[in-house]
């Protein structure tokens, strides 16, 4: 027999080989009637998977957190089902679900798909979708794929990387066929709200010495209103692009002589600028010691780290003096080097260590996107230096700190606890088990949910990923706190207990914003370009009515706010107020200040704040007053939502 724990604490004791649908039955017909898969100990399941150990139990419905994931991956494959009746040449390369919606890369040979063709795949989506076929998991050996696939070079390639001893998972729906890890809905019949969005170009596996492919990007849901609800977000999301609006606002720019290498521009270095000062602050309050390692180092150390055997493919390296060294891809090896520089005493610790450390990573071409997705970045590390004793309290802390830092910028965050890779890592069994428990533990602590996400740790130990969520609903991996106990044993950290012994410290990496780049490229899309007062690359612009009567003292009122420590400029050009007035609100300016007759002789100044239509008249001092006021409290310029 079987124990299963449910979500409200009961327990069913069932026989072995019965399936999610089977349970679904025995706790209510509704269940059973609007069930999609199951969940047992944390571990997503085809409905009719047969269920085989004890464990915490929960059937999936569409209003589950989870559904999103499962339905986006089945659609996918009912688009390559619709595509591969309408071009039975065509061969599929890979269709996974993406955040926000799913694509399929496909080779149609000398056909040039076009966008009316869309509506063709849809149709005939539609039309297998009310078919409502089983979708069925069937498990193959890897010479028996290979026969079913033998007409297809690229799942070909996919299978001849497996081991000839695995077996391989495929999904059948119909007569349609397809390699596939799973899980996915019962049948076709679930897939009904839908829609194949944009076609583009991409690289078989993105690398650019490939065939280009055509890739084909959609989206799903369950209901009717959530897909016209999706739609707008999308269509909201087009207008806020931060590729967009970095170059109408002058935030940033890629060049073609570096691509995936950003050049920040005036204002979007101000920006960053800004944000680095404040986060200095945090740091400080904090209690963090900051460094700056070298960005190239030796082999040797990447060897002892394990990121020469688990990274190397995603690493630029070079020779210097016939030795080998690569660029950093990580700042973790670095902050273990200035550990060893030292002694250390139980009563250092803990060690905060931070550094906004540049670092490169090889990513394929066809993947690189805007800020979302560069070559090299600043990642706003931290390494935390404990003892066992301390450890649940330092991440308990380290939680508080996350709330802080995305509170400023109205951010809802999830934690996800990301647990041991099913190969490729290091360190023993117990040594994971126990880490995953101290950070499970630390969350339950400090009242925070977390989901758990099996075997998606680091190859160094597991961790706790925060899922941002911006003004439009779209979630956001940013940052994380990885718990290893491995690298501290690696590079034989020690410190001395208070019994004059030695003693193995553990280590805590934390980022918060992840990226410098990549936060950037979501707060810009947040705010529109619309930022909080305290981080806007120009804060206040001077408009005179007319240079020959306002200009000196427009030029009195930006050097007073200049003084006052404000990012002020004074449009003295001599095109009509009204133009000036619309660039200015175009460039999203916090506040514009007019200066006209009654401002020069009474020592006023009239303000339109960005999104808001009225123009009020204040003294200057009232001005600087409500300037400091709104930038100590990180006021929003106006509500994310709204811009």
């Known amino acids: ?46 409905l009719f998977h047969e269920i085989n150990e004890s464990g915490e139990f929960k059937i999936l419905t569409s209003k589950s957190e989870e559904a999103y994931e499962i339905l986006k991956h089945s659609t996918a494959h009912l688009m390559a089902e619709a595509i591969l009746d309408l071009f039975p040449n065509a061969k599929l390369g890979i269709g996974p679900s993406i955040e926000d919606g799913f694509y399929y890369d496909v080779d149609f040979g000398d056909y040039v798909l076009k966008e009316e063709d869309l509506i063709k795949i849809e149709a005939k989506m539609k039309e297998f979708s009310k078919k409502n076929e089983y979708i069925i998991r069937e498990n ?5 794929a290979l026969g079913i696939f033998k007409d297809n070079p690229y799942k070909v390639e996919l299978i001849n990387e497996l081991p000839e001893d695995e077996e391989i998972s495929c999904y059948k729906q119909g007569k349609f066929i397809d390699l596939c890890k799973g899980p996915h809905l ?79 521009l005036p204002n979007g270095q101000m920006l960053r600028r800004q944000i680095e000062y404040w986060y200095h602050k945090i740091l400080d309050k904090h209690g963090y010691k900051v460094i700056t390692t070298p960005i190239i180092l030796s082999k040797e150390l990447w060897l002892t780290s394990g990121h020469w055997d688990h990274y190397k493919d995603n690493m630029y390296t070079t020779k210097i003096d016939e030795r080998e060294f690569a660029i950093k891809p990580m700042n973790c090896p670095g902050a273990l080097v200035y550990y060893n520089s030292e002694l250390h005493s139980y009563k250092d610790l803990p060690l905060k260590i931070a550094e906004l450390g540049l670092v490169h990573r090889h990513e394929a071409s066809g993947a690189l996107n805007g800020l979302f997705r560069v070559r090299c970045f600043t990642q706003d590390d931290a390494h935390v230096f404990c003892t066992k004793a301390q450890l649940q309290e330092e991440i308990e802390a380290l939680l508080k700190l996350y709330d802080e830092v995305y509170s400023t910028f109205g951010l809802d965050y999830s934690i996800v606890l990301s647990t041991k890779p099913e190969s490729d890592y290091i360190g023993d069994d117990e040594v994971w088990e126990l880490s995953e428990k101290i950070l499970a533990d630390a969350c339950k602590a400090s009242n925070k949910e977390f989901k758990i996400n099996p075997g998606d740790g680091a190859f160094y130990g597991p961790k706790l990923d925060f899922k941002l969520k911006d003004c439009m609903g779209r979630i956001w991996q940013c940052g994380t706190i990885q718990l290893d106990m491995n690298l501290p044993e690696r590079f034989d950290c020690t410190y001395i207990n208070d019994k004059g ?71 003295d050009s001599e095109e009509k107020l009204g133009y000036r007035m619309r660039n200015s609100i175009i460039k999203k300016t916090p506040y514009t200040l007019v200066i006209g007759d009654k401002e020069k002789e009474n020592n006023l100044v009239t303000y339109r704040k960005y999104g808001e239509e009225k123009q009020i008249t204040v003294t200057l001092d009232e001005f600087v007053e409500k300037m400091h006021q709104e930038i100590d409290n990180k006021d929003f310029l106006v509500d994310p939502k709204n811009i």
């Open 1 to 46: 027999m079987l124990e299963l724990k449910l979500l409200d604490g009961k327990t069913l004791n069932v026989e072995e080989h019965k399936n999610g649908k089977d349970m679904a039955s025995l706790i209510s017909t509704s269940l059973a009637k609007d069930a999609i898969a199951y969940s047992l100990n944390g571990k997503i399941y085809d």
């Open 140 to 144: 193959l050996s890897k010479k028996d």
């Open 186 to 264: 019962p049948s076709t019949g679930f897939i009904k709200h839908f829609k194949l969005e944009t076609i583009a170009g991409a690289y078989w596996r993105g690398d650019s010495k490939n065939k280009q492919l055509t890739r084909i990007y959609g989206v799903s849901c369950f209901s009717k209103e959530e897909l016209e609800h999706l739609e707008h977000i999308k269509e909201e999301a087009k207008k806020r692009d931060h590729r967009k609006l970095g170059k109408e606002l002058g935030l940033f720019m890629i060049s073609e002589y570096g691509p995936g290498f950003p050049f920040f």
């Open 501 to 571: 012994e030695k003693e193995r410290p553990i280590m805590l990496h934390r980022a918060i914003l992840g990226s410098f780049e990549r936060f950037i490229g979501i707060i810009i899309e947040h705010f529109g370009g619309a930022f909080p007062l305290w981080m806007s690359p120009l804060q206040v612009n001077i408009l005179p009515v007319n240079n020959n009567y306002h200009l000196e003292h427009a030029n009195y009122v930006k050097n007073r706010l200049f003084n006052e420590g404000f990012r002020v400029n004074l449009d």
